[in-house]
């Protein structure tokens, strides 16, 4: 079987399995990472969102064999470190706004909101109503409300 080498939140990690096998299954099944959920596989629910190079991917739909040994893979376990605290900024916001329901979908909406968060201060400016409807991960309990609140409040946070 084939090596795959990739960083995974901040280290550089070897697993044995065939290149087709998406990022999400070795991530969940071979390396034990399981906060990016599994929701649909086919990138529509975006439960497994995650960073690749601080940018939001899903896992679900890349194959492990795309990765570069040189490639970051963050997941929510590894947010925090990321900002050096034992809770990324983001984090604590869904928190104080209370946000989780029944929770499964959250570590993708928290890692898609940082990365929202990182683009629009690269290109210097706030998030906009417009920004958030972008957001394509789906809460099946519907706290969108709570979602675009703590959205906010981390925004102000980071």
């Not at 084939?2 to 044995?16: A, E, H, I, S």
């Not at 998406?22 to 099944?29: A, E, G, M, P």
């Not at 390396?31 to 599994?38: A, F, M, Q, R």
């Amino acid at each position: 079987m084939p090596k795959q080498t990739f960083v995974l939140n901040g280290r550089t990690v070897t697993v044995d399995v065939h290149p087709d096998v998406r990022v999400l299954w070795v991530l969940r099944d071979l390396l034990g990472v399981t906060g990016p959920k599994y929701g649909c596989g086919i990138n529509v629910c975006k439960a497994c969102t995650s960073h690749i190079n601080g940018r939001a991917f899903n896992p679900c739909s890349v194959r492990v064999g795309d990765l570069e040994a040189t490639d970051e893979v963050t997941t929510i376990e590894g947010l925090p470190d990321t900002v050096g605290a034992d809770l990324h900024p983001m984090q604590q916001a869904w928190l104080d706004r209370d946000v989780a329901q029944c929770g499964y979908c959250q570590p993708g909406q928290i890692m898609a909101a940082v990365a929202l968060v990182r683009k629009v201060r690269r290109e210097g400016r706030s998030i906009t109503d417009a920004d958030l409807d972008g957001i394509r991960n789906i809460c099946r309990c519907g706290t969108y409300t709570r979602i675009r609140e703590a959205i906010a409040q981390g925004e102000r946070s980071m």
